[in-house]
């Protein structure tokens, strides 16, 4: 059987230390990644969510979403959306 493929959705936001705080303590997200910019949160399995600080990231649109295969070990963007 293959291994399921991992998805992240990442939002922007203006103000990080909000939705930070947010993620971790309302909905109680572990945190799995931090780049200052950008934080990743485990949702489920091997799905996440993530916040970027909307002036300072690559991220384009509001939301972009990936994902990952193992098979390939690359990140597939899937499309965005704003």
């Not at 909905?27 to 949702?43: C, F, H, M, N, S």
């Amino acid at each position: 059987m293959k291994e399921p493929c991992s998805s992240s959705t990442f939002l922007a936001y203006e103000d990080m230390k909000v939705s930070d705080q947010f993620y971790r303590e309302v909905l109680g997200l572990p945190l799995i990644e931090d780049q200052g910019w950008a934080k990743v949160y485990r949702t489920y399995g091997k799905a996440n969510v993530g916040i970027v600080e909307a002036h300072l990231g690559p991220v384009e649109k509001p939301v972009e979403l990936a994902r990952y295969s193992p098979s390939s070990s690359k990140m597939s963007k899937l499309g965005t959306n704003g």
